[in-house]
């Protein structure tokens, strides 16, 4: 049995539970499946969940063709509270009851279609000589992040609604890779002269993977003891197949 768990190469796709790090998931698999090899195609954080690819085995060599792929999510902003970290996790550091304009958001929107600059959060893990941005973040340090070019496909509003007295919109895009979602937002947020964070993000699409498809931790742990998982298994062939490449 051991074996054939070892000799994986493959494709799992994870529907990833709210609070729990990409890396968790990624440690939980390899413990259950008793893999040496297994790596994921593109971090999500931990307030973020949706689609999390796990490679396995000599998957793991593909995984630059899935990070290449476009990506799309859902994400709903809370107007009103801005935080250090554009997300619900952060300090706030600014309230107030300003409201948005309908027509001014819909105009700002389709000038952030195509390919632009983005400068990503600080809050982030990207390195700045050596050490994570989100390190030096949190300990007050000072720090410049240069802008980097990412790829919006579109992005349309799903839902806009008011409760008691709080202000919500969701949104879904199709993006590139690199693409930063709290940066999208406090750029709309600073188009707007509001305040606003995420408060709810979710991946539903990792090309060529999607959300109909994933399954949850808990979910696949119950399947792995009735020995009933590999209907939920990729292999490589079949992924490679399906990919599609950004052109611009």
Request: hydrophobic residues 40%; aromatic residues 8%; charged residues 30%.
């Amino acid at each position: 049995m051991n074996s054939i768990k070892n000799n994986l190469n493959g494709w799992l796709i994870i529907n990833k539970d709210l609070g729990m790090t990409s890396r968790q998931v990624v440690d939980i698999i390899k413990k259950t499946l008793n893999v040496k090899k297994i790596g994921h195609a593109g971090t999500l954080d931990p307030l973020a969940t949706g689609v999390l690819a796990l490679a396995i085995g000599k998957a793991t060599k593909t995984v630059k063709y899935i990070m290449d792929g476009m990506k799309k999510y859902s994400f709903t902003i809370k107007w009103g509270i801005s935080t250090d970290t554009q997300d619900a996790e952060g300090k706030i550091t600014s309230k107030s009851n300003k409201k948005f304009d309908k027509i001014k958001l819909e105009s700002i929107l389709k000038n952030l279609i195509g390919e632009k600059n983005q400068v990503p959060p600080k809050f982030s893990a990207i390195k700045v000589n050596g050490k994570r941005a989100y390190n030096l973040a949190r300990k007050g340090k000072k720090f410049t992040l240069k802008s980097r070019k990412v790829f919006l496909k579109n992005i349309r509003i799903v839902e806009k609604n008011i409760k008691n007295k709080i202000n919500f919109t969701s949104f879904e895009i199709e993006c590139g890779k690199g693409f930063y979602v709290r940066s999208l937002v406090r750029d709309i947020c600073k188009k707007l002269n509001l305040d606003g964070h995420v408060i709810k993000l979710k991946r539903i699409e990792s090309e060529p993977f999607n959300i109909k498809n994933a399954i949850s931790i808990k979910d696949f742990l119950k399947l792995y003891e009735k020995n009933d998982w590999k209907n939920f298994f990729l292999p490589i062939y079949s992924v490679l197949n399906k990919i599609k490449y950004v052109g611009k």
